[in-house]
């Protein structure tokens, strides 16, 4: 089945500086992937959706300079917190769009996500 | 845009019984409706889903009904186990294919 892998599942950084989570999909094509914030006991938030090749749309509120997303390609996505503050500290989450193929149709699948610390 | 109500916020049921958990959406124009298990730490696992065109679908133990006239979908889990305990998670696509999550539901399975 599709499969969306994230690195790392676990991350503490320090204060100021930048950390980098990534998103391949590694059986299918994702041209639209999504990226989630959840803080505890809370449920998904959606920060940002990228096209592949394009800019990424954020949501309101959310702060592009300081959540960088790429998409460079067709199976990776990254999204970088930069000069991270303790604030950031969240479970972060990528979910690529699987277009229709074939007996499949569309769907979203999920990364396992990405604990971030700022220390 | 989208707005996705989850009920109740937590649900506590003996083994054996059948627990269930509803969703109301906003969007009439929503087509796609998943629903998730997240465990502890880990990504949201899609357990079932139900497109806009079907009003009912099972899988084994789990069922998942639509009423689109309403705007409202339920998650049926019978003869539930300890291992179904988990957050669940029902979500609703927007027209610009975005999904939007409820609220959640912690359900307990007492053995």
């Known amino acids: 089945g599709a499969v969306v892998s994230q690195h790392p599942s676990r991350v503490i950084c320090k204060s100021g500086t930048s950390v980098k989570i990534e998103c391949r999909s590694l059986?299918?094509?994702?041209?639209?992937m999504f990226w989630y914030r959840q803080f505890p006991k809370q449920s998904l938030m959606l920060m940002a959706t990228?096209?592949?090749?394009?800019?990424?749309?954020?949501e309101q509120g959310v702060e592009k300079d300081k959540f960088l997303i790429n998409h460079a390609s067709l199976t990776l996505s990254t999204l970088t917190v930069t000069s991270a503050h303790p604030e950031d500290s969240s479970f972060y989450i990528c979910?690529?769009?699987?277009?229709?193929?074939?007996?499949?149709?569309?769907?979203?699948?999920f990364g396992s996500g990405t604990r971030l610390t700022v220390v | 845009g989208e707005n996705v109500e989850q009920h109740p916020s937590t649900l506590s049921v003996q083994e054996g019984d059948s627990a269930v958990i509803k969703c109301t959406y906003s969007d009439s124009a929503s087509n796609y409706f998943p629903w998730y298990k997240q465990e502890l730490g880990k990504g949201p696992q899609l357990i079932i889903d139900?497109?806009?065109?079907?009003g009912e679908k099972k899988d084994q133990r789990i069922a998942v009904t639509l009423n689109k006239t309403a705007k409202h979908f339920s998650l049926h889990i019978t003869e539930t186990q300890p291992e179904d305990s988990a957050v669940y998670f029902c979500a609703a696509t927007t027209g610009a294919q975005k999904l939007v999550f409820g609220q959640g539901t912690r359900l307990t399975i007492n053995p």
């Open positions: 139900i497109r806009s065109n079907v």
């Open positions: 979910s690529a769009l699987r277009l229709a193929t074939g007996q499949l149709r569309y769907g979203y699948t």
């Open positions: 059986d299918f094509q994702a041209t639209t």
């Open positions: 990228s096209n592949e090749g394009s800019k990424a749309t954020y």
